[in-house]
């Protein structure tokens, strides 16, 4: 079954949704609201994924549209309407018409961001993705344009007019500048705003982007939700990432802190005389076994309720919890260029105190 080029319905966006989740990795956003913006894109027009190869104009841009904030946030929130703000927004800086949409990131939410767009202005969502799995930063998920001499346009809004958060913005320059001020923002707003931003070529897309995205959430969705129990559903998906099942635990000495919308800490799971440790920064980004490193994002990092399979990002981790941790290696990742360069990473290492380089070092372009 070739799923890179489909009409979207119902049955579809389960999947997407439950693979979506996996490739979240702890974070990605939450499932729910990825339900509930597909559900409301399908009752706008008709959502159609396509690869790149069959858009016809290969003259326009493409526009990344993601949420950016913090999942652990209580006061998150945007209004449906902001997408019709920030692409209005876009279109007038652009030069070019716009051809398609893509996600930031594959996540419960993240990967369904494109839709609503895509259903107001007819266009389709391009099977491809700034970054195949989910990621902390917006640079993260820039497509290698925060290299050279590139600027770019970014637009977001979010926040409660009611509660005097609503906050809408326009920015151009560096990558960089332009991520941080939309992260700033989202702060600002309540802790999430919707973000159109990064117009590029198709070419560029198809040199720098995760080609294939969705099809990979919709074959580890298909594959998880045929599973009778917790184990059997991971055991489903193992082959289609190389995933191992790494440990079944409790959750012991969780902490959390959330700045500037990004949320930071680490957990113990308790097993089998074993101490599994877990670092997040928004994902899971390392885990140790009695101190020694086994895993390092962008390798993909799971935990599943142990109790009823449900898929749990870092926000939902709670002392006393039993999980089933799932680990799968960084190569079966679709990895966007955004991964590939060393900067992105020391600020991770210098909040978490950790080091994530040296361990992934055959990634890197630089």
């Known amino acids: 079954m070739e799923v890179l080029k489909m009409i979207i319905n119902s049955t579809d966006i389960q999947k997407i949704a439950a693979g979506s989740l996996i490739l979240g990795g702890g974070g990605g956003g939450n499932v729910q609201e990825g339900l509930d913006t597909a559900a409301k894109a399908l009752q706008m027009g008709q959502v159609e994924i396509l690869p790149a190869s069959d858009i016809s104009n290969k003259d326009g841009v493409v526009l990344t549209i993601s949420g950016v904030g913090s999942p652990a946030s209580e006061n998150a929130f ?4 902001v997408y019709e703000k920030i692409l209005h927004f876009m279109q007038t800086q ?29 266009l389709p969502v391009i099977n ?25 346009i970014q637009a977001g809004a979010g926040g409660r007019k009611e509660d005097n958060t609503y906050i809408e913005i326009l920015t151009m320059g560096t990558i960089e500048a332009t991520s941080d001020l939309i992260r700033n923002t989202a702060s600002k707003a309540g802790g999430a705003i919707a973000v159109a931003r990064n117009p590029i070529s198709l070419t560029w897309l198809e040199e720098a982007g995760a080609t294939g ?54 957990f113990t799971v308790s097993t089998d005389g074993s101490d599994y440790k877990m670092y997040f ?13 086994l895993h390092t994002f962008p390798d993909l990092l799971l935990t599943v309720d142990a109790a009823d399979g449900r898929i749990l990002s870092t926000a939902e981790i709670e002392n006393g919890r039993e999980v089933i941790v799932f680990a799968a290696p960084k190569e079966k990742m679709i990895l966007g260029k955004g991964l590939r360069y060393r900067s992105t990473y020391r600020r991770i290492e210098e909040i978490l105190k950790i080091d994530m380089q040296k361990y992934i070092s055959d990634i890197f372009l630089d």
């Open 94 to 122: 652009l030069e070019q018409n716009i051809i398609g949409f893509i996600p930031c990131e594959m996540g419960g939410s993240s990967s369904f961001e494109p839709f609503i767009p895509a259903a107001l202005l007819n």
């Open 281 to 293: 920064f928004n994902e899971y980004m390392a885990l140790e076994r009695d101190g020694t490193r």
């Open 78 to 81: 945007y209004a449906d309407d």
């Open 213 to 266: 995205a969705y099809d990979l959430a919709y074959q580890l969705g298909e594959a998880y939700l045929s599973g009778s129990t917790p184990a059997d559903s991971l055991n489903k998906i193992s082959p289609l990432v190389d995933g191992t099942i790494l440990c079944r635990g409790i959750v012991r000495e969780y902490t959390l802190h959330t700045e500037n919308a990004l949320d930071n800490g680490h």
């Open 128 to 152: 491809s993705a700034c970054d195949g799995r989910a990621h902390p930063f917006g640079i993260m998920g820039s497509l290698g344009l925060e290299k050279g001499e590139n600027h770019t």
